[in-house]
């Protein structure tokens, strides 16, 4: 019973790191008509949502950097330490955009100060996916590391949907009093979560998969390791990756926008619907990782590539018939779909890399992935829309990304019983201390 107890509160305290910082992300992205205005006015509609669009990819493309940077702190002084961090600078970033003054009091100096804590934003995210979930991997079971790994990410998936039902205070207080100055509640309230971020994580202990390898590791370089042996593993990576970004992101960075400016859907319709959607991926989450832990993460993640590209043009159908019924029905169905790929894909994608290097292999290849997939979807998304002068056109493009990810999934080894020391990486364990295969 003891142990069951430690157990749940290893998962909960290296989960609750994606709650808050993936709350302090999604802030951003339910905020962007609001900021559109604020920052950027004086051109078109479009063009401030576009313009708000590319800041908000800002922060995907600095997640490479927190990642490379954060991944090899994580594997040099440990996972712990670096989470710790992590949490800091994400709060940061976040109060101090809900403190920035408008570019009607600064200017220019506004919207070019919103791209640095952005950028910090972007940082800081890079640096907890790859460390919390590593972390998380390395303290579960081989028999429960996908139900583990999905139930750390729900945590973040929730936080997107809490971080919609905090949006309604627009009705409360009146749409006048929230785009004039209510608006900075949410992302000061990120600041604040930074604060119980960093208590929670006090006293948390490195995973003793972590800490036997690093005391065998100690005088190695996990940079140079990964640069060398880990080739396959992001390669890996790269092919899981562009189902998940896209799909993950059509629904966290674009949907929510999209039904209030094209379908025209009230705000509080908007909100609930998206948040019921982005709710369906966070219970999805820990049953498909359970289910890759017995059927194995390739079939699981072949499965979800199917739902995605069967399921994105009827959903963006649905969502743009203007009924609140249909937003919700397509947002949930697509949103099951990214759950069951997400989980299982999660997995896989942090068991290709040995303990020696994981946070940094993962880091490189997974924050690169999803910097160009992710960062970009709500952009092309929205282009599209103008492009084709059709609402349908970003569920096409899902679609092709969902049938192309299913073939490049072929070529991804399963991964469920691989031992996390040595992974895929050290068929002959040259880079490996004596013993490593003996490791769990």
Same mark, same amino acid.
């Given at each position: 019973?003891?142990?069951?107890?430690?157990?749940?509160?290893?998962?909960?305290?290296?989960?609750?790191?994606?709650?808050?910082?993936?709350?302090?992300?999604?802030?951003?992205?339910?905020?962007?008509?609001?900021?559109?205005?604020?920052?950027?006015?004086?051109?078109?509609?479009?063009?401030?949502?576009?313009?708000?669009?590319?800041?908000?990819?800002?922060?995907?493309?600095?997640?490479?950097?927190?990642?490379?940077?954060?991944?090899?702190?994580?594997?040099?002084?440990?996972?712990?330490?670096?989470?710790?961090?992590?949490?800091?600078?994400?709060?940061?970033?976040?109060?101090?955009?809900?403190?920035?003054?408008?570019?009607?009091?600064?200017?220019?100096?506004?919207?070019?100060?919103?791209?640095?804590?952005?950028?910090?934003?972007?940082?800081?995210?890079?640096?907890?996916?790859?460390?919390?979930?590593?972390?998380?991997?390395?303290?579960?079971?081989?028999?429960?590391?996908?139900?583990?790994?999905?139930?750390?990410?729900?945590?973040?998936?929730?936080?997107?949907?809490?971080?919609?039902?905090?949006?309604?205070?627009?009705?409360?207080?009146?749409?006048?009093?929230?785009?004039?100055?209510?608006?900075?509640?949410?992302?000061?309230?990120?600041?604040?979560?930074?604060?119980?971020?960093?208590?929670?994580?006090?006293?948390?202990?490195?995973?003793?998969?972590?800490?036997?390898?690093?005391?065998?590791?100690?005088?190695?370089?996990?940079?140079?390791?990964?640069?060398?042996?880990?080739?396959?593993?992001?390669?890996?990576?790269?092919?899981?990756?562009?189902?998940?970004?896209?799909?993950?992101?059509?629904?966290?960075?674009?949907?929510?926008?999209?039904?209030?400016?094209?379908?025209?859907?009230?705000?509080?319709?908007?909100?609930?619907?998206?948040?019921?959607?982005?709710?369906?991926?966070?219970?999805?989450?820990?049953?498909?990782?359970?289910?890759?832990?017995?059927?194995?993460?390739?079939?699981?993640?072949?499965?979800?590539?199917?739902?995605?590209?069967?399921?994105?043009? #009827?959903?963006?159908?649905?969502?743009?018939?203007?009924?609140?019924?249909?937003?919700?029905?397509?947002?949930?169905?697509?949103?099951?779909?990214?759950?069951?790929?997400?989980?299982?894909?999660?997995?896989?994608?942090?068991?290709?890399?040995?303990?020696?290097?994981?946070?940094?292999?993962?880091?490189?290849?997974?924050?690169?992935?999803?910097?160009?997939?992710?960062?970009?979807?709500?952009?092309?998304?929205?282009?599209?829309?103008?492009?084709?002068?059709?609402?349908?056109?970003?569920?096409?493009?899902?679609?092709?990304?969902?049938?192309?990810?299913?073939?490049?999934?072929?070529?991804? #080894?399963?991964?469920?019983?691989?031992?996390?020391?040595?992974?895929?990486?050290?068929?002959?364990?040259?880079?490996?201390?004596?013993?490593?295969?003996?490791?769990?």
């Amino acid at each position: 019973m003891r142990k069951k107890a430690t157990s749940l509160r290893t998962l909960a305290a290296g989960s609750i790191g994606n709650f808050i910082e993936i709350y302090d992300f999604a802030v951003f992205g339910f905020s962007v008509p609001i900021i559109a205005q604020h920052f950027f006015p004086g051109t078109d509609k479009t063009a401030a949502l576009l313009s708000v669009f590319a800041v908000y990819a800002v922060a995907f493309f600095a997640r490479p950097v927190g990642g490379v940077i954060f991944g090899y702190l994580a594997d040099i002084v440990g996972r712990t330490k670096v989470l710790a961090w992590t949490v800091w600078l994400m709060a940061a970033g976040t109060a101090f955009i809900g403190l920035l003054p408008t570019y009607s009091s600064l200017g220019v100096a506004a919207p070019i100060l919103l791209v640095m804590f952005r950028f910090a934003q972007g940082m800081a995210l890079g640096g907890e996916t790859s460390g919390a979930a590593s972390y998380i991997i390395e303290s579960a079971s081989e028999a429960k590391r996908g139900r583990w790994v999905g139930a750390s990410y729900a945590f973040g998936y929730i936080a997107n949907a809490c971080v919609g039902i905090l949006f309604m205070l627009q009705d409360v207080v009146g749409k006048v009093a929230y785009t004039d100055w209510v608006w900075r509640a949410p992302f000061v309230i990120g600041g604040l979560l930074g604060i119980v971020g960093f208590w929670l994580r006090l006293g948390l202990e490195e995973p003793d998969e972590f800490k036997e390898v690093a005391s065998e590791t100690a005088a190695r370089n996990p940079m140079l390791i990964a640069a060398r042996s880990g080739t396959k593993g992001m390669v890996h990576v790269l092919l899981l990756m562009p189902v998940l970004a896209v799909s993950a992101y059509l629904l966290l960075g674009f949907m929510f926008t999209f039904l209030v400016t094209q379908v025209k859907m009230p705000h509080t319709m908007a909100l609930l619907t998206n948040a019921a959607g982005i709710a369906a991926i966070a219970i999805t989450l820990p049953l498909a990782g359970s289910l890759s832990d017995r059927f194995g993460r390739k079939k699981i993640v072949s499965l979800g590539a199917v739902w995605i590209a069967l399921s994105a043009f #009827p959903a963006l159908w649905l969502a743009s018939s203007g009924t609140v019924e249909g937003a919700l029905i397509g947002q949930v169905v697509f949103g099951i779909g990214v759950g069951i790929y997400g989980a299982a894909s999660m997995t896989a994608m942090l068991e290709v890399f040995p303990t020696a290097y994981r946070a940094t292999g993962h880091a490189i290849s997974y924050q690169f992935s999803v910097a160009v997939f992710g960062g970009t979807t709500p952009f092309i998304a929205t282009w599209l829309v103008h492009k084709f002068n059709s609402p349908l056109a970003p569920g096409v493009y899902t679609a092709i990304v969902g049938a192309v990810g299913l073939l490049a999934i072929q070529f991804v #080894p399963e991964t469920r019983h691989l031992k996390l020391r040595t992974s895929t990486e050290d068929s002959n364990h040259s880079d490996m201390p004596d013993g490593a295969e003996t490791a769990r």
